[in-house]
């Protein structure tokens, strides 16, 4: 189904109006974004432009200071000073986060990352949870290194069990911060294989990426930003082939 044919959908994400300002510095202006179910959406932009704050504020890993975002079957949460902690956390369990550095914690082993938040934060049973995970594992590649552990691994690796640890958590929404911009060049492949993959089963995500080409090819939606504000947005074939800002233009045409 193309993005046009979803558009009488309940959004699975919707954000209105989001606004963030570290001191003085007004990161975010008025941020509007829609993700379909099932859709995959690419915020791409020049570097500090506001992107991976985007996916911290819906990830609750930043808290904005106004708008409202609100996941499909959850309630709509408006922030300001009145946000309620339960409210944070409403949001938070909804969406997973795969870390342009892996994040993966060094002193655990490959199952012990995935396993930690189903059992020590979501409280499922701990044999379920180690299955889901060898499951997981087995699928991108990596049964046979469930005990070793990150600084084992190659860079390729470390992110492919950084993606395991999102989708064990079960979340709604798959959120990419610049998935493979720390790997060594011939390692980038098998990560973008596992995105397209997941994004072929029907996965919704978000990805903030330098990759045009793969935005291209995986992306329903490309939502361009500069500056801390939405310059363009639209279908992806749309905005990478011929956007309509000169902003845009620019961008686009250095990276494709
Ligand atoms: P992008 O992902 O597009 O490169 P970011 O969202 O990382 O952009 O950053 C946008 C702006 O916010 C930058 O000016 C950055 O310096 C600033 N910023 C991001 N995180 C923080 C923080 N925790 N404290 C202060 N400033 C921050």
Same mark, same amino acid.
């Given at each position: 189904m193309s993005p046009t044919d979803r558009r009488g959908e309940t959004p699975l994400l919707s954000v209105s109006g989001l606004n963030k300002s570290f001191g003085a510095n007004e990161v975010l202006r008025s941020i509007d974004l829609r993700v379909e179910p099932g859709q995959v959406l690419a915020l791409i932009g020049p570097s500090g432009s506001g992107k991976t704050t985007v996916l911290r504020c819906l990830n609750g890993l930043e808290q904005p200071d106004a708008g409202t975002v609100a996941f499909s079957g959850g309630p709509e949460v408006t922030f300001g000073p009145k946000t309620t902690r339960r409210e944070k956390e409403s949001l %938070?369990? %909804?969406? *997973?986060m795969v870390f342009q550095g892996y994040n993966l914690f060094?002193?655990?082993? =490959?199952? !012990?990352?995935?396993? &930690?938040?189903?059992? !020590? =934060? !979501?409280?499922?049973? %701990?044999? &379920? *949870? =180690? *299955?889901? *995970? &060898?499951?997981?594992?087995? %699928? =991108?590649?990596l049964a046979e290194k469930r005990d070793d552990y990150p600084h084992q691994l190659s860079g390729g690796q470390q992110q492919r069990v950084g993606i395991v640890r999102a989708l064990a958590q079960q979340p709604s929404l798959l959120l990419f911060d610049e998935p493979t911009s720390a790997l060594d060049p011939e390692l980038v492949g098998d990560v973008l294989t596992v995105i397209k993959e997941l994004a072929e089963e029907g996965w919704t995500m978000v990805l903030v990426t330098h990759e045009l080409a793969f935005a291209r090819e995986v992306a329903d939606t490309v939502v361009f930003m500069d500056g801390g504000v939405v310059v363009e947005q639209g279908r992806a074939e749309d905005v990478l082939r011929a956007p309509r800002e000169d902003r845009t233009q620019q961008f686009v045409h250095r990276l494709l």
């Open positions: %938070r369990s %909804r969406s *997973a060094p002193h655990k082993t =490959v199952l !012990q990352n995935v396993t &930690e938040g189903p059992i !020590q =934060v !979501q409280k499922r049973p %701990r044999a &379920e *949870a =180690v *299955a889901d *995970a &060898e499951r997981l594992l087995m %699928r =991108v590649g």
